[in-house]
């Protein structure tokens, strides 16, 4: 059973950083990608970011590219968040999933695959980040 678990939410004033984690077990496939999104209030959930754990490779949305940094650690089952310059508009819920790489060559870390909820495979319970002056 595949479970992840979210941690590293908090307040943070703009232009700050936060370093988002999700811990995550229970994956027994070689090639799977983990993401981010994040759902602010009253709007869709939507992508942010995406890793390939096996080999590293990563894809990023527009309005986070060049602010936040994903990276992975596929010995502690840990993928991390880096989010730098925070703006008002990154107040949202943070959520990490898995993509079991069923649409192999592609997946959650492409231009096809950001953002797409119908290709996570499961989910964690999330993590409150908020932009607080």
């Known amino acids: 059973q595949v479970r992840l678990v979210e941690s590293g939410g908090g307040s943070v004033k703009p232009g700050g950083s936060l370093r988002l984690s999700c811990t995550y077990s229970?994956?027994?496939?070689?090639?799977?990608?983990i993401g981010w999104f994040r759902q602010a209030p009253g709007k869709e959930r939507e992508g942010v970011s995406a890793?390939?754990?096996?080999?590293?490779?990563?894809y990023y949305a527009d309005t986070v590219k060049g602010r936040f940094t994903i990276s992975g650690d596929n010995v502690k089952n840990m993928v991390y968040l880096q989010m730098t310059s925070l703006q008002q508009g990154d107040t949202a819920v943070y959520y990490c999933?898995?993509?079991?790489?069923?649409?192999?060559?592609?997946?959650?870390?492409?231009?096809?695959?950001?953002?797409?909820?119908?290709?996570?495979?499961?989910w964690g319970q999330g993590t409150q980040v908020t932009l607080s002056s």
């Open positions: 999933a898995t993509d079991m790489g069923r649409r192999a060559p592609t997946g959650l870390g492409s231009v096809q695959g950001m953002g797409r909820l119908d290709w996570c495979d499961d």
């Open positions: 229970g994956i027994t496939v070689k090639y799977y990608y």
């Open positions: 890793i390939r754990v096996f080999d590293g490779s990563t």
